[in-house]
C-alpha cells in the first residue's frame, strides 16, 4: 500500500512532534518531513514534494498564509490542511483564498485530522465546524446576495453531494435521476457560483454552511 505523504508545520516543538508521533502509528501515512517556519514550509516542500501538508498559520520567518500561497503555486498538486489555533475572519479567508484546501482547529479530535489529509488526497475539502459557522456568520453581515441564492433546490442537493465527495453516479443514484441531468446540475452550479471545478464547488458549499 502506498503511504500518503505527509509535511507537518508547526514553530512549536512539542505540537509538531506530537502530531508526527500520532500519524507515524497510522499505516497509511507517513510524515515525511517537519518545519517550524513559513520559509522552512517552503523549503521543505520543495524538497520532499509532500502530498499533503498540516500548516500552522502564526509562525515566525514568513506565516502560513504566505507559504500557502507560495507552496501552492509552486507545487499545485499538494494539498494543504490549515491546523491552528485561531479563527479570526482575518486568517480564515485569506488561507483558503491562498489555496489551502481545508480548515481545522488544533482542538480537533486526532481522527478527524486523519480523517481530513485522506480526504485532502482525494481533493475533498473539511472545514472546522466553529471556523464555518464563523464565516458565515460574517458573510450574512456583510448583507450581500451571495451566488448560492441562485441555485434551485435541486441543485442545492447536488451541491452538498460534491461537497461529500460524491462522484457523477453516485449523485444519480441517491437522487433517482440520470447521469446526463446530473451533469447538467453540475454544469450549472459550477457555473452560478463562479467556480472551476468540483473542488471549488466543495470549498464553497463549506465556507457558506451548505452541507
Same mark, same amino acid.
Given at each position: ?5 505527509? #509535511? ?12 508526527? /508521533?500520532?500519524?507515524? +502509528?497510522?499505516?497509511?501515512? @507517513?510524515?515525511?518531513? =517537519? ?9 521543505? /516542500? ?11 498559520? !502564526?509562525? @515566525? ?6 507559504? +500557502? ?14 491546523? +491552528?489555533? *485561531? ?5 480564515? *479567508? ?12 488544533? +482542538?480537533?479530535?486526532?481522527?478527524? !485530522? ?9 481533493? =475533498? ?29 435541486? @441543485? #442545492? ?5 460534491? /461537497? ?12 433517482? !435521476?440520470? !447521469? ?24 464553497? /458549499? ?6
Amino acid at each position: 500500500m502506498e503511504k500518503i505523504r505527509v #509535511l507537518v508545520v508547526d514553530d512549536h516543538e512539542m505540537v509538531r512532534r506530537g502530531i508526527c /508521533a500520532y500519524l507515524e +502509528t497510522e499505516d497509511d501515512l @507517513e510524515v515525511v518531513g =517537519e518545519a517550524n517556519s513559513g520559509r522552512a514550509a517552503l523549503e521543505q /516542500a520543495r524538497r520532499l514534494q509532500p502530498q499533503v501538508i498540516l500548516m500552522d498559520l !502564526i509562525m @515566525e520567518e514568513g506565516t502560513g498564509v504566505e507559504a +500557502t500561497k507560495q507552496i501552492k503555486a509552486e507545487l499545485p498538486d499538494t494539498q494543504i490542511i490549515i491546523l +491552528t489555533s *485561531f479563527i479570526d475572519e482575518s486568517l480564515i *479567508f485569506p488561507a483558503l483564498e491562498a489555496g489551502a484546501l481545508s480548515y481545522l482547529l488544533k +482542538t480537533a479530535k486526532a481522527e478527524d !485530522i486523519v480523517d481530513a489529509i485522506r480526504r485532502a488526497v482525494k481533493k =475533498e475539502a473539511v472545514i472546522e465546524p466553529k471556523v464555518a459557522a464563523k464565516m458565515i456568520g460574517k458573510l450574512q453581515q456583510s448583507g450581500e446576495r451571495l451566488p448560492h441564492h441562485d441555485l434551485t433546490a435541486r @441543485e #442545492l442537493e447536488v451541491l452538498n453531494l460534491i /461537497a461529500q465527495g460524491k462522484t457523477n453516479q453516485e449523485i444519480a443514484a441517491e437522487l433517482f !435521476i440520470g !447521469i446526463k441531468t446530473v451533469k447538467t446540475h453540475v454544469s450549472n452550479v459550477l457555473s452560478k457560483l463562479g467556480v472551476e471545478d468540483r473542488t471549488q464547488a466543495a470549498i464553497y /458549499a463549506h465556507r457558506h454552511k451548505l452541507v
